[in-house]
């Protein structure tokens, strides 16, 4: 079945570093691709998404590649900021699995100032 | 526009009593979902509706959960003989079409505790 595989947290980073954040999966089909977010005290919302092989989805300086030959979906950002402390969910959605979203455990990112 | 709304936002119960949640999704979107977010973990899919009927209830836990959705508008998970297992935060999102390429708007969630 479908799956998603995330890196453990929590991630601590001091402002302004580099931020990786893997995301790996497993689909039958060909699926799609999503980060979300939930920040304290906040739902979920979207963060960017991909819908197709090596496209790149963006939004608030994150960014991330579907990559199908390594089944992966890594969310980076080049200079993180306090603002950016929540959790970061890597999800997928196929189409031979009823287009539900199967979301990874999360992430959580610390930003320290 | 107005996004997703849940009520209640909190829901706290007795043990094997009957709770009732509330999803009123972003108008005109004809896919409702519903989800369960425990503790630590990510949301966990239990129901998908495509207008009016259930296209995919295979996340359902077990016969205490049921979903509906009449009208193809509002929906109402209902949970029966609450167990304390039970207790988590329920999601609910809705999408355009339903497609696999769309984005699921989600609502804040009810927390629901079994005491």
């Known amino acids: 079945g479908n799956s998603v595989t995330q890196m453990e947290g929590p991630v601590t980073l001091s402002e302004e570093a580099f931020l990786t954040i893997n995301c790996t999966y497993t689909a039958t089909g060909y699926p799609s691709l999503f980060w979300y977010v939930q920040y304290p005290g906040e739902g979920l919302q979207l963060l960017l998404k991909a819908t197709k092989a090596d496209d790149k989805g963006s939004n608030k300086g994150f960014e991330a590649t579907y990559r199908k030959e390594t089944t992966s979906f890594h969310l980076e950002k080049g200079s993180v900021q306090v603002s950016d402390s929540a959790v970061y969910f890597c999800?997928?959605?196929?189409?031979?699995?009823?287009?539900?979203?199967?979301f990874g455990a999360g992430t959580i990112l610390r930003v320290k100032s | 526009g107005a996004g997703v709304s849940q009520t209640p936002s909190n829901k706290v119960t007795e043990k094997g009593k009957y709770v009732e949640l509330r999803c009123d999704p972003i108008s005109g979107h004809t896919a409702l979902y519903w989800y369960r977010q425990s503790l630590g973990q990510g949301p966990e899919f239990l129901i998908y509706f495509q207008g009016t009927g259930a296209a995919d209830d295979s996340g359902l836990p077990n016969d205490r959960f049921f979903a509906v959705r009449p009208e193809g508008s509002v929906s109402t998970l209902k949970i029966q003989r609450t167990e304390r297992g039970d207790s988590a935060v329920y999601l609910c999102?809705?999408?355009?079409?339903?497609?696999?390429?769309?984005?699921?708007?989600f609502g804040p969630g009810t927390r629901l505790t079994v005491l």
């Open positions: 999102a809705s999408s355009v079409r339903g497609g696999y390429t769309d984005t699921q708007y």
């Open positions: 999800a997928l959605s196929d189409e031979s699995n009823g287009n539900k979203l199967v």
